[in-house]
């Protein structure tokens, strides 16, 4: 067992019995959470009556993952019972997706806002950013050090789904193909992006351009600031790459040290 696997001198000689007792209640209440608060969200935003209160319940979805997953995950010394822990939160959030689904209403085309080929995707979406929380844990050994990766991720998570709002000061300041390039960074890691592309066929919401985001960003507001078209497997690309790199470097490192 190595080092990182060990928080305690105990949990060496612990039985399997009691290593599932004691992550038993954490892995509780990441499901609970998972679900309590996009179901909250849900039905505080009229219960699917529109495709704002589906919009709503995703996005509420998506930053649940990215916040809970590297929290939860890095109360756990072992790579066995992190990706455990996160990978509760993830399949939690498959839960609330199979929820929108079967209660998923029409659009004015006659198809469902939520479609079962959306939930396959959204749910790959999640799983890449709840993935990269989980990597980003195991970058250090100590509980203090795992918990502080877990907040540094976390803030990037949400310095990315808000990309819309900080890159305005950027935008203003550059032209041409450096605004271009801008633009497309800010879409393609933002991956509430790609969840809006996966629901693109039946709600047809594009973020930048509806209600308050349209007065918060300018994106999309002029041709030199349009965003490239982004794919469902945009965000799972970039966060899956992200939880692979992370979780690469931790193993390369910390072999060479046993070395």
């Not at 949990?11 to 990441?30: E, S, V």
């Not at 939160?89 to 609330?96: E, T, Y």
């Not at 479609?115 to 979406?125: A, D, L, P």
Request: proline share 4%.
């Amino acid at each position: 067992m190595t080092l990182d696997e060990q928080e305690t001198p105990a949990a060496q000689i612990q039985p399997a019995g009691g290593r599932l007792r004691r992550h038993g209640w954490p892995i509780l209440a990441a499901v609970t959470g998972t679900v309590a608060v996009p179901m909250a969200v849900f039905v505080a935003t009229g219960s699917g009556e529109s495709p704002e209160s589906f919009v709503a319940t995703l996005l509420a979805t998506l930053a649940w993952v990215a916040l809970a997953s590297p929290i939860f995950a890095a109360g756990a010394g072992g790579w066995f019972w992190a990706f455990f822990r996160g990978g509760c939160v993830v399949d939690a959030s498959g839960a609330v997706l199979m929820v929108l689904w079967l209660s998923s209403g029409s659009s004015a085309a006659g198809e469902s806002y939520i479609t079962f080929f959306s939930v396959m995707r959204i749910y790959c979406i999640y799983a890449a950013v709840g993935l990269a929380g989980v990597a980003a844990t195991r970058c250090s050994r100590s509980v203090t050090g795992r918990h502080a990766s877990a907040i540094v991720f976390v803030v990037a998570v949400f310095a990315a789904l808000s990309t819309p709002m900080w890159v305005n000061g950027l935008l203003n300041s550059t032209t041409g193909r450096t605004s271009d390039a801008i633009v497309t960074c800010a879409v393609y890691v933002n991956p509430a992006y790609s969840v809006f592309s996966a629901t693109s066929e039946s709600i047809g919401y594009v973020w930048h351009a509806r209600g308050l985001m349209y007065n918060l960003t300018i994106i999309g507001q002029d041709g030199s600031a349009a965003p490239p078209p982004v794919q469902w497997y945009t965000a799972v690309v970039v966060w899956g790459a992200i939880a692979g790199i992370l979780a690469a470097t931790t193993l390369l490192h910390r072999r060479g040290a046993a070395t």
